[in-house]
């Protein structure tokens, strides 16, 4: 995934972006960078590896670095950025969040029709930053560039760009699957992909932006520059998910969207039967804790938490030469020994993708003494990976947890009838959980339905993009 901010302002920018861009480091572990234009200086650019330590540590020399009115931001799970382009449009800095699936394609079309090239990375790949850029500027103008990129991706791409006049321009995704959400204040405006963190900075709401629609931001206001596509698909998982709590998305908190998810799932489960001798309930945390606390207050079992996670200093489970990444998980994980020791414990996760680490979580509770470990999923099974904004962080679909277990099932016939895998009412879909239990300790495993979770969302379907559980595209 990935996030960025951008503000421009009628005195210094560097304070807000800095702090706006902070804000998005729940989105991205990689990489970050921060671009400003000065009007003496021009357009200045830092990048840094955030791998093994968090932007605001990396950055924190950026005030005596960098200064400008203007600025962008940007968390990144992918290519270095911002870029500077040197274009027919001037120079700018440009960034995205998305991915670009097709990103042979289009470079093998642009290298054949302009006989252009591009700068190469480590290993000979294309920086996809750069790519769209490319693409944007074959057009007479920013916007209309952006629009024929978006269009001619197969993926997503949320565009903020920079320019050297100090003026912002920014996309929304051609479906709106991902949020842009301008601010307003009386320094200036500023564009985030998390509303909440121009808020901390003192920006009040001023626009989310429709599906494709593109806008042109300065110290002043902002103005339209093409207008919003009719036909939008917004990711289901922000508000499951990826999403932060405090934030809200056409409208719907997060935070009260899971509440009510895990609320819908405990009354299926009372409704079945399927929750005599449960002692508490609990959160896988972080993502999964309001789920579990949503579904504790409606079915009325006391919500607790029986481990809980070490994060002053491991605040990511960091790959390093001296240990793997799930043992540093499973050092993070502090158990309550009295919260665990005989208890049936219900937790419910946000999402079960590849399933390593939440084995490792279950094996843990019944090493300090747990005496059942129910499991439930605040989303339906993933069966297809996103190819859209690569949340998952896989792409091979064989390393989804429930595509394993239907072959080792079925066999690859199995796939060809993932809609019954998916449903608790069919003997498949029964198949599926047991085999999941058995694999994982589970003493009980259920998962939220497709309807339990756009009813939690409150948004109408046709506008929700969930691909990655039915495998319905645009």
């Known amino acids: 995934m990935g996030g960025f901010f951008g503000a421009v302002c009628k005195q210094d920018a560097i304070p807000d972006v800095f702090f706006g861009t ?75 969040v998305g991915v670009v699936n097709n990103a042979d394609e289009l470079i093998d079309r642009y290298l054949g029709e302009t006989g252009g090239h591009f700068n190469a990375q480590t290993g ?167 789920h579990a606390i949503g579904y504790a207050n409606r079915c009325g079992i006391p919500f607790a938490r029986p481990f809980i996670k070490y994060t002053p200093t491991w605040p990511r489970s960091f790959t390093s030469a001296a240990m793997q990444r799930n043992r540093v998980a499973k050092m993070k994980q502090i158990p309550v020994h009295e919260l665990i020791i005989g208890k049936k414990l219900l937790f419910v996760d946000d999402s079960i993708v590849r399933g390593t680490q939440l084995k490792e979580t279950v094996d843990f509770l019944y090493d300090n003494g747990a005496g059942e470990v129910h499991m439930r999923s605040a989303c339906p099974p993933i069966m297809y990976n996103c190819k859209y904004l690569n949340f998952s962080r896989s792409n091979d679909p064989m390393e989804l947890l429930t595509r394993r277990v239907i072959v080792e099932l079925e066999g690859k016939e199995g796939l060809q009838h993932l809609e019954e895998y998916g449903d608790s009412a069919t003997e498949r879909g029964q198949n599926l959980r047991k085999a999941i239990c058995e694999k994982f300790h589970f003493s009980s495993l259920e998962f939220q339905t497709l309807e339990g979770i756009v009813r939690a969302i409150g948004l109408p379907e046709e506008e929700l993009c969930t691909y990655c559980w039915n495998g319905k595209e645009d």
């Not at 200086?41 to 020399?61: A, C, M, V, W, Y």
């Not at 400008?68 to 440009?94: E, F, K, M, N, R």
């Not at 520059?225 to 508000?239: D, E, N, R, T």
């Open 22 to 96: 902070d804000y998005h480091s729940h989105l991205g572990t990689r990489r970050a960078g921060m671009a400003a234009y000065d009007r003496e200086t021009g357009l200045q650019r830092s990048i840094h590896n955030i791998q093994n330590s968090p932007f605001r540590t990396k950055f924190e020399d950026v005030f005596e670095e960098m200064k400008g009115s203007s600025a962008i931001g940007v968390i990144s799970d992918h290519d270095p950025q911002p870029l500077l382009i040197y274009s027919q449009h001037g120079t700018y800095a440009i960034a995205i």
């Open 124 to 290: 000979g790949k294309v920086n996809t930053v750069e790519l769209v850029a490319a693409l944007i500027n074959r057009k007479g103008s920013l916007a209309e560039g952006i629009r024929a990129a978006q269009q001619a991706i197969d993926g997503t791409a949320s565009i903020l760009i920079l320019r050297d006049n100090g003026h912002l321009i920014a996309a929304r995704d051609y479906r709106g699957r991902i949020p842009v959400h301008i601010g307003k204040n009386e320094n200036g405006t500023c564009v985030s992909f998390e509303s909440f963190a121009y808020q901390k900075l003192g920006y009040t709401d001023e626009k989310e932006l429709g599906a494709g629609e593109v806008v042109e931001l300065t110290a002043d206001g902002w103005t339209q520059l093409l207008p919003p596509q009719p036909k939008k698909k917004i990711c289901s998982f922000l508000w499951s998910y990826y999403g932060y709590s405090t934030s809200h998305y056409e409208g719907v908190n997060v935070e009260l969207m899971r509440y009510r998810n895990g609320a819908i799932m405990a009354e299926a489960d009372q409704a079945a039967g399927r929750l005599d001798g449960i002692d508490s309930i609990g959160g896988v945390p972080d993502s999964g804790t309001p």
